[in-house]
């Protein structure tokens, strides 16, 4: 079995912080990629930012430049950094992983159940 558990979503006033963390657990053998995707009510699931293992790094457009990505291997953890919050970014942000488990050769996508951020105007 694998977990990822994200932490660190809440209410913040436009133009604030928040970082996002997700730490993935249990039966893993490697993580290739890891990232964040959020999705508001009435829309769909988008993809945030996302890195490779080999420190491959992607943002959407509507938060280049804001948010931040970064993985440590280590502890099997990815965070997202959010500055300069908009009201826009209220969302449900879920984190993702592409892991293979020891004994099973293909990578598989986990998804964890996903924290609320809401910025107020």
């Known amino acids: 079995q694998v977990q990822l558990v994200e932490s660190g979503g809440g209410l913040v006033q436009a133009g604030g912080s928040l970082r996002l963390s997700c730490v993935a657990s249990g039966s893993i053998f490697s993580i290739n990629a890891m990232g964040w995707s959020r999705q508001a009510p009435g829309k769909q699931r988008e993809l945030v930012a996302d890195v490779t293992d080999g420190g491959t790094i992607n943002y959407a457009d509507s938060v280049n430049g804001r948010f931040t990505i970064s993985r440590d291997n280590a502890k099997n953890t990815v965070y997202l950094q959010m500055n300069s919050l908009k009201p826009g970014d209220t969302a449900v942000y879920y984190c993702?992983?592409?892991?293979?488990?020891?004994?099973?050769?293909?990578?598989?996508?986990?998804w964890g159940q996903g924290t609320q951020v809401t910025v107020s105007s």
């Open positions: 993702n992983a592409r892991i293979r488990r020891p004994g099973f050769p293909a990578l598989r996508d986990y």
